[in-house]
């Protein structure tokens, strides 16, 4: 690959693993949610992430041109060759931590979708046109759940608070970029973080600025997507993710 097209394959390797990474989180919930309901939403809000990793992670193998489809790049990759951020790979802990990590995680991909949707790679835009409109509900539904919480007892109300303060550290990394980001933000291709991160803020604020709720105090950060550093709960989700398809190698299902 040249520089270009490896800068595009990376890209799509980040788009897409954020989703399959955040999504396989998410399944974790079946059978577990609060109420019958909400665990099928879950299960549906998982099922569209995944189905979105396999949009992004098939034009990254076609893009790469090696023979590797989809299913190679998601379960026979190691964990330091993922790209997916910090943030989706976090424990699912209580009800309040899913809620307000995908909250935060959905809001950043309906910015980054909407401005992905206008841009010059034809395929890449078509995907995140398609994927917006998931995005669109993700953002409603952890959004109505975290008024919800913020509204509720205060219980709710400490949980929430802890979730926020606990997983704020993850957020700037979202919108880290390096050499590869500004060559494709200049071709017209990549999304330019820094146009996005005050419009994520703003969402964010707007809306917990409903219940009379502070932005969280936590501002220490971690980074360590683009160099491919993970926390030690990746290569947990892989285990049981790519279990199956290593132990039986080309095994057709």
């Known amino acids: 690959m040249d520089k270009n097209q490896h800068a595009l ?24 949610a609060p109420i019958l309901e909400e665990d099928i939403a879950l299960a549906n809000l998982a099922l569209d992430l995944i189905g979105q990793a396999r949009e992004f992670l ?50 950043f991909n309906y910015h980054l979708l909407t401005e992905l949707g206008k ?23 952890s ?16 949980r929430l608070f802890n979730a926020f303060e606990d ?10 970029t390096d050499e ?21 803020l703003e969402t964010i604020k707007a809306h917990l600025d409903k219940i009379s709720f502070p932005l969280p105090s936590n501002h220490y950060l971690v980074q360590g997507i683009k160099k491919g550093k993970h926390s030690e709960h990746l290569g947990h989700i892989l285990a049981e993710m790519q279990f199956l398809p290593r132990a039986y190698p080309g095994t057709k299902w």
């Open 9 to 32: 394959f990376n890209y799509c390797l980040r788009l897409g693993d954020n989703s399959l990474i955040l999504g396989q989180r998410i399944t974790e919930w079946c059978s577990h």
């Open 58 to 107: 098939t034009y990254a193998g076609e893009i790469e041109k090696k023979g590797r489809a989809e299913d190679d790049l998601a379960f026979l990759r190691d964990a330091n060759e993922f790209r997916n951020a910090l943030l989706v790979e976090q424990p699912n802990g209580d009800f309040a931590h899913t809620i307000v990590r995908q909250y935060l995680f959905s809001v």
């Open 119 to 141: 841009g010059k790679d034809s395929t890449l835009a078509a995907i995140a046109v398609k994927s917006l409109k998931e995005c669109t509900y993700h953002v409603r539904h």
């Open 143 to 158: 959004g109505e759940w975290i008024l919800r919480m913020g509204d509720g007892t205060e219980e709710s109300k400490r």
């Open 167 to 176: 997983l704020w550290m993850y957020t700037a990394e979202l919108f880290d």
């Open 180 to 200: 590869s980001d500004d060559l494709l933000v200049k071709k017209g291709i990549a999304v330019d973080m820094k146009t996005i991160h005050p419009l994520w």
